[in-house]
């Protein structure tokens, strides 16, 4: 097979490879690799314990570096076993193209261009998810895996199931939890998590139904890709973005935070205030435990300023604890009557607080409501005084 000596130099300079996983993909395997073949020779191909004509086809492809699975093991683990290969052969970037046809070698220039762009990129091929032939359980599968990956990074792309991908191997995590389909997601996530730009280059996309086959297995695998997002879901909210928001506000420090995240946001006045009120409504109630969660959910729910509302969440931070409670069950007095009494004062155990549990927590939905609303109209009236003062200026 000939090569385009241009490309191939190309792909040399950058030591790429390209892995093809494969698994019961005989009908256009041989068709995928000869595309593949005219771009470069050094290609990983991953057979995933096929039992169709795939290992006859590969005999006359002796020349490729091959991992034969003795059982399927997933398309995750084929790719993780590719990497593995890749590295051992000392290469730096892996080029991902699914067998079954529906990708264009052609497009492997789009991804080297886009490298020599960005060299810490992770690309993934944005298909055409609207032309015809195109299956609705793949066009709302890439919908719903677009959601979710914005939910738990930040970062809005239009095709997060592509497999026809270039991934920076030195910089993506070493080492995932899962192995199947599953995986295309893990690794995307966690790779922005890493910090590592996740962004989409047009691609071509073929849906011939003669001849693809798909190994999506709908229910099992749409809940095993469910069962993922609600982890990569809870390390995010609970671990995450708090993280991310502490090294920030420790990076810019308190008083630049406040200038930069409050005052000088784009956001209007009124969405920060309700940020503001959103966040110390959700510190002072008692969701202990759930607070970082909610305020995060509630925030991105409700269209609001995700790091106000956070900083404003920890107004119940330890030295304000003391007073939070005494004024919950203070407040919760006048409301729910005790046969026992407490006898408020700073003196106060926890069992005193669990005796009176219903005082306290009809008291601390109370106070919260009560300082959600004068925060969030003392945030309202300063930032409009503020913004009248600078336009005066």
């Known amino acids: 097979m ?17 892995i093809v996983p494969t698994y019961n993909n005989h009908k256009t ?20 314990g096929s039992t169709d004509s795939t290992a006859q086809i590969l005999e006359a492809y002796s020349h490729l570096v091959q991992i ?9 683990m084929a790719i993780r076993n590719g990497f593995k290969k890749a590295l051992d052969l000392n290469y730096e970037y892996a080029i991902t193209i699914d067998s079954d046809g529906q990708h264009f070698a052609s497009d492997i220039p789009t991804f080297i261009a886009a490298l020599e762009t960005d060299a810490d990129v992770l690309l993934i091929g944005s298909r055409n998810m ?3 032939n195109v299956p609705k359980k793949s066009s709302f599968g890439n919908k719903f895996s677009n959601f979710w990956f914005w939910f738990e990074t930040g970062n809005k792309l239009e095709d997060t199931q592509s497999g026809f991908r270039l991934y920076p191997l030195q910089k993506i995590p070493a080492s995932y939890f899962t192995k199947k389909f599953e995986f295309e997601i893990e690794v995307i996530v966690r790779s922005a998590w890493k910090d590592i730009p996740v962004k989409n280059i047009p691609v071509q996309v073929l849906y011939d139904p003669e001849e693809r086959v798909s190994h999506f297995r709908p229910f099992k695998d749409f809940t095993r890709i469910s069962i993922l997002n609600t982890v990569l879901v809870t390390i995010a909210l609970f671990y995450i973005k708090p993280r991310k928001f502490i090294l920030k506000l420790k990076k810019k420090g308190l008083k630049k935070f406040f200038l930069e995240n409050v005052l000088e946001s784009n956001d209007s006045n009124a969405r920060k205030s309700f940020s503001i009120a959103l966040g110390v409504f959700i510190g002072i109630c008692p969701f202990w435990g759930f607070q970082t ?25 330890p030295p304000f604890i003391p007073f939070i409670i005494y004024g919950s069950l203070k407040i919760g007095s006048y409301f729910i009557t005790s046969d026992k009494p407490l006898i408020l004062s700073m003196d106060m155990t926890l069992a005193d607080i669990q005796k009176n549990m219903m005082q306290y927590l009809v008291g601390s939905f109370i106070l919260a409501a009560f300082m959600a609303i004068l925060f969030g109209l003392t945030a309202y009236l300063l930032l409009t005084l503020a913004s009248n003062l600078k336009h005066k200026k």
């Open 2 to 18: 000939s090569t385009s000596f241009l490309e191939t130099a190309r792909m040399d300079q950058f030591k790429i490879c390209v």
């Open 29 to 48: 395997l041989k068709r995928v690799l000869d595309s593949v073949l005219h771009y470069t020779p050094n290609v990983i191909v991953v057979n995933d």
């Open 68 to 76: 034969h699975h003795s059982k399927n093991a997933g398309k995750g």
């Open 130 to 132: 609207t032309q015809e």
């Open 293 to 317: 969660i909610l305020v995060l959910f509630l925030a991105v729910l409700l269209k609001l300023n995700k790091a106000i509302a956070f900083a404003f969440s920890n107004v119940s931070f």
